[in-house]
């Protein structure tokens, strides 16, 4: 069981860390943003389990040959108050690592889920106050503002936000196309893609792979909107309007933000070779291998 602990250690500090980095890195997602987010996911999944499951089962190692045999035998001692016979320093101090890093993931996980459901409430009354219900589009609310600026909030009570600017600066077809793009977000619900890598990334900023892996699954969420928008609209009023809505944005916008959103303008209007059907395929093979590799070594331990 030690040597099992060690592989599932090795895996997830090589997913946190080296694994992620390379994946931020690497240009294939942009050829297929969902395969690329698959993969992020299972990065995320599998790093967690194997560092969780590292800890357990090095702490139970002398009470079994498996776990099957080893956490009863654990758990019936808790229960008479006592530590099982056989269990070292060492072995202690790996059971409450991985108990606090479960509670940490865990406790940062439902922190931030619940502080996004309390701002999207009090976002979606300020609307609800603020904002005009738009007739021709249901669900959405134009703000009278003049800077042209379109987002969703999700939730159960979703909603499609426009500013006056944007209904001003842009013709029919653009404003159609920007709907297209936040729709998209909405349907696939983007925020819960996203969340679990706002709570990795809160859960331990040092570690640069997981800062690394929640930029990456921005911008593909982006690109995923994008293609989706490109499908519905003609490129050209996609890449209209977004670059009307990128030339409203201030001038001490960050100069990451203006690269990032001509990167995208240039992949609506150039689109990526998409990858082989063998590679799409692999890619997904691969996500599912990378969250099987942990499960195995955990059930077969």
Do not use: K, N
């Not at 080296?18 to 992020?40: H, K, T």
């Not at 219900?133 to 909030?153: F, K, N, S, T």
């Not at 349907?187 to 859960?203: C, I, K, M």
Request: positive net charge.
């Amino acid at each position: 069981m030690e040597l099992t602990a060690l592989g599932l250690l090795v895996l997830g500090v090589a997913l946190a860390e080296p694994i992620s980095r390379m994946l931020a890195r690497a240009r294939w997602p942009a050829r297929d943003p969902v395969g690329g987010l698959l993969v992020w996911q299972a990065v995320g999944l599998s790093g967690g389990l194997a560092l969780l499951g590292a800890g357990v089962v090095y702490g139970v190692a002398p009470l079994g040959s498996s776990l099957t045999e080893a956490v009863p035998v654990l758990v019936r001692a808790l229960a008479a108050g006592r530590l099982p016979a056989g269990l070292g320093v060492a072995h202690v101090i790996a059971l409450l690592l991985a108990l606090a890093l479960a509670l940490r993931l865990v406790g940062v996980l439902v922190a931030v889920s619940l502080r996004t459901v309390r701002m999207r409430a009090r976002h979606r009354d300020l609307l609800d106050l603020l904002g005009t219900p738009w007739p021709a589009v249901p669900g959405a609310h134009v703000l009278d503002h003049p800077v042209p600026v379109a987002y969703c909030l999700p939730g159960l009570r979703s909603r499609l936000v426009l500013s006056a600017g944007v209904l001003d600066q842009l013709d029919a077809d653009g404003v159609w196309a920007v709907l297209a793009h936040e729709r998209a977000h909405l349907r696939e619900r983007h925020d819960l893609v996203v969340l679990p890598f706002v709570a990795w990334g809160a859960t331990a900023p040092f570690v640069r792979g997981m800062v690394c892996a929640q930029v990456a699954v921005a911008a593909l969420i982006e690109m995923r909107a994008d293609d989706v928008a490109a499908c519905r609209v003609a490129p050209a009023q996609l890449t209209g309007a977004l670059r009307s809505m990128g030339s409203a944005a201030p001038a001490a916008a960050l100069s990451s933000f203006t690269a990032a959103l001509d990167h995208r303008l240039e992949r609506i209007s150039t689109p990526p070779t998409p990858l082989p059907l063998a590679l799409t395929v692999l890619v997904r093979l691969v996500a599912f291998g990378l969250v099987a590799l942990p499960t195995a070594l955990l059930v077969i331990v």
